[in-house]
């Protein structure tokens, strides 16, 4: 079945891209001391300062050197009323084949990418929206690894450099109830929120589920951090 076209897709304009990206390092200031610090250590929710937003990607595979981005997604919410600010959201041609395991997990297919834009064209969209932004991750370590080599096959630094914190949300849920029973879809169930519409993985979906989830989290005191 052919997946739904995004509610909102990120910029794939190649000129504001290529104005973005040729620009030294625009998004990637050398994180101060504070920043480092920020993103090492536990910290207290909501964030001191900053916009928070959920995001998630779905990829062709688990390996950063031979797999790609083929679906990125960030929402942005107001940490004390919980309402949606802003959403992000981008299905990407990973430029290569997307294999029948990964397709079964989000339901794109190779054909359904081909008209995509590649990741080099919503790069800079994608790094404006989350500018100065603590991120919201769940298993953080995975699709930071994977952003990371889409950003280094175009020269530009870590993640962790464009925004201003980054967060695992399965760390801060193993912090809070122990190791085991913390998958996304896990929790939801757990905390009553409704999986109904979530009929396959899918990077917008699962970052509007994680607003919710960090929401039921953060009213247990789950303690967040890096």
């Given amino acids: 079945v052919r997946p739904q ?13 290529l104005f973005t990206l040729t620009a030294p390092f625009r998004h990637f200031p050398p994180p101060s001391p504070f920043r480092l610090f920020a993103m090492t250590r536990p910290s207290v929710f909501p964030p001191a300062a900053g916009r928070c ?13 031979t797999d ?3 679906e990125i997604a960030a929402v942005e919410f107001d940490p004390h009323t919980w309402r949606t600010v802003d959403r992000y959201h981008a299905y990407v041609n990973p430029e290569r084949s997307v294999p029948y395991g990964a397709f079964r997990v989000h339901g794109l297919s190779t054909a359904f990418l081909s008209d995509k834009p590649v990741f080099a064209s919503i790069a800079g969209g994608f790094l404006d929206f989350i500018a100065d932004a603590n991120l919201f991750i769940h298993n953080a370590a995975y699709d ?5 080599a ?5 020269g530009l630094g870590p993640i962790s450099c464009a925004c201003r914190s980054v ?9 809070l109830r122990g190791r085991g029973g913390n998958r996304l879809d896990d929790l939801c169930r757990l905390y009553g929120i409704d999986l109904s519409d979530r009929t396959l993985h899918g990077a917008l979906i699962d970052s509007e589920l994680l607003v919710q989830v960090v ?10 951090g890096a």
């Fill in 5 to 17: 076209e995004p509610r909102s897709q990120g910029s794939s304009s190649a000129g504001i891209a």
């Fill in 53 to 65: 937003i959920c995001l998630d990607t779905e990829t062709t595979g688990l390996s950063a050197r």
């Fill in 68 to 70: 790609r981005i083929c």
């Fill in 144 to 148: 930071t690894r994977m952003l990371n």
């Fill in 150 to 154: 889409e950003l280094e096959r175009l």
């Fill in 167 to 175: 967060t695992c949300t399965l760390r801060a849920a193993e912090r």
């Fill in 215 to 224: 929401r039921e989290l953060g009213r247990r005191g789950a303690v967040f």
